[in-house]
C-alpha cells in the first residue's frame, strides 16, 4: 500500500497502513547576557527573564558548512521566527564569511568568533569538523550566552561530557541535533512504530564517507545514527562493521536483542532510507524531507535562546558520539567495539 506519507507498510491483517511516495550596515550592539541572569531551576529547565525590544541577534561562528547561509536565510531573509536575527558571522576564510553573509543577509563579519562577543545574545557553531565545535563555543558558554552546536556536537565523548558539565556549571543552556531527526516523516514514522510490535530491526541507508576528512563517519554518519534514538528507546551495546571498497556496513547490536543496520554509502545521491521490522509488521519509509530542512531545528533552539528552556536532553546528541566512536573504531580495525555508556550529566 502507498500513501503521501513516504512510507511502505505490511500488516499481517491489511488493519491499516501508512506508505511511500516514491520514493552591510552596522547593527546595534546589543548587551550580552552573563551567566548571574541565568538561574537553574531543575535539571535540564533554566529560567531566565527576558527583556528585549528588538531582535534577538545571534552570532554563527563557521561559514564553511551550507548550513550558516541556510539558517541566516530562514531567519533573516525569509523571516520564518520572528523575533531573531542572524547579525554577525565568523568564516574559517574570508570568502566563506563573505559568500554566507551575502546569501543570509547578515550585516558584519569578524575577524575572530570572540569579537561577536558584547554584539549578540546567543551563538550557532557551525563547522564541517566536529573537532573544531566546542573549543569553539567555549568562549560563549563562558560569557553566559546559549549556544546551539551544529551536528555532530563532537567527535570524542569524553569531551562532550565535560562540556556539557561545564555549561550545567556555569547554568547555560547548550543543545545540538541532526536535522533528520527534526524532520516530519521522522517524527511521523516514530509516531507509527507503535503499531508494529517491539522492534526486532531498523536499517538505514544514506551518504557516509567512511574516510572523509571532516571527521570519517561522524560527519555524515551523524544523520543515520541520530534517526535510532528517534525510533528506539533500546540501548546500544555495540558495532561491528565491514567494508567493501569505499562503502561499507555498519551493525548496531542492542540490549534487548534488536539490531541496526547502517549502509554507509559514498557519494549516495538519492537521500535516506529507513525500514523498521517488527512483531507486528514493518515500515519503510524514504524519509521525504521538509520544504525547509532547517526550520523545526531553528525554531527548537531558538525557542531555547529565548526561555533558556534546553528542548532535549544532553543524551539524545551524545549518545550518537559514542555510537559513531565505536563504528569508526569497528571499520578502522575489524572488530566488533563496545558503545560506550552515558555517565550521568
Known sequence: MTSANGWITWRPCCAWGFSATTSPQK?????????????????????????????????????????????????????????????????????FAKKAAEAGQIPNI?????DMLGHVDAAIVDHRHGKYHLPAARPF???????????????????????????RSKGVPVTSHSAMSTQKSTLELAEALKGIGRIRSIVTAGPVEIDSQYGGVYFYGIHQVALFHELTKAKPASVSAVRTGADGIAVISFDDGSTGVVHCLKDYKAGFRVSVFGDAGALHSDLPRDENIYLTGIKRFCGMFETGKEPVEPESYLLPVAILSAMQEAFDTGKTVKVAEIPKI
Open 27 to 95: 547593527s546595534g550592539s546589543s548587551s550580552s547576557r552573563s551567566q548571574q541572569n541565568w538561574t537553574p531551576a531543575r535539571e535540564n529547565l533554566y529560567v531566565r527573564p527576558l527583556r528585549r525590544e528588538n531582535s534577538l541577534k545571534i552570532g554563527i561562528v563557521g561559514a564553511e558548512n551550507t548550513h550558516t547561509a541556510a539558517i541566516a536565510k530562514t531567519l533573516n531573509v525569509d523571516g520564518e521566527v520572528p523575533g531573531f536575527q542572524v547579525t554577525y558571522v565568523w568564516g574559517e576564510t574570508d570568502e
Open 110 to 114: 569578524v575577524k575572530n568568533p570572540e
Open 141 to 167: 558558554v563562558e560569557a553566559g550566552l546559549p549556544v546551539f552546536i551544529d551536528k555532530p556536537f563532537c567527535i570524542d565523548l569524553a569531551e562532550g561530557v565535560e562540556f556539557v558539565r561545564y555549561a
